[in-house]
């Protein structure tokens, strides 16, 4: 079946202007999760959806950062007045939670360059 | 916060020769994940583990996970240059930083 798509796969944009990243998740998969990563390091969390409970955004960076998901679906991630520092490819992963324990599917990332 | 450590950051060996990566947490794994992640794609889930002192293989890779369950090990026999790429353990949303595997012909 189809993995977890995300789009656009790369985006460059200029500093102070606002971005959407999308993520399509495993059809039938509850949970789903934004991460950072920037170049060289590990996996940032940055926010949880499950079902229909109330996002654990307990990752995100500042309240330039949010994140929408619609149903069990689709979701995106606004990054809104970038900074050079937010230059990272975010990950989207997706989850049977609850159903195969914490085990993620990623998808390929969004490489995110702000200029 | 609870943190999950990996050891060691970087390592950088032989084709062929055998390794031992690890992932530490100072409080109990609900349960495990490892990922492989290479250059320009999303990790990849190679192994859960979740019961303490289970030990599951996958070809040449063997992962432990430690009777406490605070602490797992991924041993990698005969490596090859396939095997190149950053390996994450992960519990739910928390992922250690990596260890990034380079396997020279």
């Known amino acids: 079946g189809a993995g977890v798509s995300q789009s656009p796969s790369n985006k460059v944009t200029e500093k102070g202007k606002d971005v959407e990243l999308r993520c399509d998740p495993i059809?039938?998969?509850?949970?789903l999760y934004w991460y950072r990563q920037r170049l060289g390091q590990g996996l940032e969390f940055l926010i949880y959806?499950?079902?229909?409970?109330?996002?654990?955004k307990s990752g995100l960076p500042s309240d330039r950062f949010s994140a929408e998901r619609t149903g069990e679906s689709v979701s995106t991630l606004t990054i809104q007045r970038t900074q050079q520092e937010d230059s990272a490819v975010y990950l989207c992963?997706?989850?049977?939670?609850?159903?195969?324990?914490?085990?993620?599917?990623f998808g390929p990332g969004t490489r995110l360059t702000v200029t | 916060t609870q943190l999950l450590e990996q050891s060691p950051q970087f390592l950088s060996i032989q084709e062929g020769e055998n390794l031992t990566v690890y992932c530490n947490s100072s409080?109990?794994?609900?349960?495990l994940q490892w990922y492989r992640q290479e250059p320009g794609e999303g990790p990849v889930l190679l192994v859960t583990v979740v019961t303490g002192g289970e030990v599951k293989k996958l070809k040449r890779l063997t992962f432990q996970f430690g009777d406490a369950r605070k602490d797992s090990s991924l041993h990698i026999t005969a490596a090859q240059p396939g095997d190149t790429g950053l390996y994450l353990c992960g519990d739910d949303m928390r992922f250690g930083a990596g260890t990034r595997l380079t396997v020279k012909p």
């Open positions: 959806f499950q079902g229909n409970s109330a996002p654990d």
């Open positions: 992963a997706s989850s049977r939670k609850g159903q195969g324990g914490y085990e993620q599917y």
């Open positions: 409080s109990v794994f609900s349960s």
């Open positions: 059809s039938g998969h509850t949970a």
